[in-house]
């Protein structure tokens, strides 16, 4: 049996090199599509693909003066940007390269690194690099899912990183519950998520008003149904809940507080 690193790895090997595979296939027009990540291009998100992994591999940053870019808010966001803005003079296939390049880099340094061993963590939070992989996984999967929509190449959805993007994704519901969509102590939710990943996921609100995960109550105060795609969608901020196909039960009011604060992911 597979350990969870070596599980987190493989997945992100194989949406990576879905990517890539991908973007062998693309035309010179469909490298400038954009994407619903504002301000971002096909192009700029492989770029993104290479400028993370680079990050991860310990290679400096670009020297690269970054212009005021209207989608870039904060330092993080700027950090991210220089590898996206340094490639944007080069030709798709040069990135493409890059791409592929950068990836068997890093499956050699993965190749030889302690599972356990702490490693900087996209949340800031501590962790191994079993946990760094799976947001490694979660990450480059949603791209390879943005990059398909951009350019009307859809599939993927059963991929095995879809099993980070929910472990990663999950922790977010009871927060939106709670906090954003504002449940009083008592109510209870019911997510049905079906399509290429099935899950059910109940949150009840305590008595101190915090969202709290829980076996799924019989009889919810809301029950939200929706396949897998338009789950990530909303939980990837990619999407509203006008532009999803999704089935409700109980206090719609309550419901459309939660759809709307669906998004997880920065």
């Known amino acids: 049996m597979r350990s969870a690193f070596e599980e987190n790895t493989a997945a992100f090997e194989q949406t990576v090199r879905a990517v890539i595979g991908l973007a062998e296939e693309f035309t010179e027009a469909e490298w400038d599509l954009p994407t619903d990540c504002p301000g971002w291009t096909v192009k700029d998100m492989v770029s993104h693909l290479v400028g993370a992994e680079e990050l991860f591999l310990g290679d400096p940053l670009p020297a690269h003066d970054l212009p005021d870019l209207p989608h870039v808010q904060n330092e993080l966001g700027r950090m991210v940007e220089l590898g996206v803005d340094v490639r944007r003079p080069l030709q798709g296939a040069r990135v493409l390269d890059q791409l592929k390049v ?26 191994d690099y079993t946990r760094l992989m799976m947001f490694r996984a979660f990450d480059c999967w949603i791209h390879e899912q943005d990059i398909r929509r951009a350019t009307g190449r859809p599939g993927g959805l059963d991929a095995p990183a879809g099993a980070a993007t929910w472990t990663v994704m999950r922790p977010g519901l009871p927060f939106v519950v709670a906090r954003r969509a504002g449940a009083r102590p008592g109510q209870s939710v019911v997510f049905e998520i079906t399509g290429a990943r099935e899950h059910t996921a109940g949150v009840v609100v305590d ?58 992911t920065p």
């Open 102 to 127: 950068v990836l068997e880099r890093r499956l050699a340094m993965l190749a030889e690194v302690d599972p356990a061993a702490e490693a900087p963590q996209p949340d800031g939070r501590p962790g």
């Open 207 to 264: 008595e101190a008003g915090r969202g709290v995960s829980a076996d799924p109550p019989a009889e919810p105060t809301v029950r939200i149904g929706l396949d897998w795609e338009a789950y990530v969608l909303l939980a990837a901020g990619r999407r509203g809940p006008d532009e999803v196909k999704v089935v409700v039960e109980g206090d719609r009011e309550l419901a459309g507080r939660i759809l709307a604060n669906m998004a997880v």
